[in-house]
């Protein structure tokens, strides 16, 4: 089992930065990706960006969106996720997610998931 605790949410103006934190605890030798989910209000869960605890690959959903930044602190088992020059369309709960069954980490394998924190930006 794997236990993961966001934390970093908060309310901020447009223009904007903040950094969410996941700590994760329990057998995390067995994890191969960990990633951040968001969710707007009356919107899908939509991934963030992705990061392979195994290979230290990132990926993110898109590609041309240089405002999020996502890195891992191996040592302290937790995962950041660095957001500048946010925008009211930024606004939504932030879940933190961990996948371990196979490497490739299909979305079905995201087994483990946080709370969630909420973002709210204002403009």
């Known amino acids: 089992q794997v236990q993961l605790v966001e934390s970093g949410g908060g309310v901020v103006q447009a223009g904007g930065s903040l950094r969410l934190s996941c700590e994760a605890s329990g057998n995390t030798d067995g994890l191969f990706c960990m990633a951040w989910f968001r969710q707007a209000p009356g919107k899908e869960r939509d991934r963030v960006a992705t990061?392979?605890?195994?290979?230290?690959?990132?990926y993110y959903a898109d590609s041309k969106d240089d405002r999020f930044t996502l890195f891992l602190d191996s040592a302290k088992n937790t995962l950041y996720l660095q957001m500048n020059s946010l925008n009211p369309e930024d606004t939504a709960m932030y879940y933190c997610?961990?996948?371990?069954?196979?490497?490739?980490?299909?979305?079905?394998?995201?087994?483990?998931w946080g709370q969630g924190t909420r973002v709210t930006v204002s403009s």
């Open positions: 990061i392979h605890t195994r290979r230290y690959a990132t």
């Open positions: 997610a961990a996948a371990g069954s196979v490497p490739s980490c299909p979305l079905s394998d995201y087994k483990y």
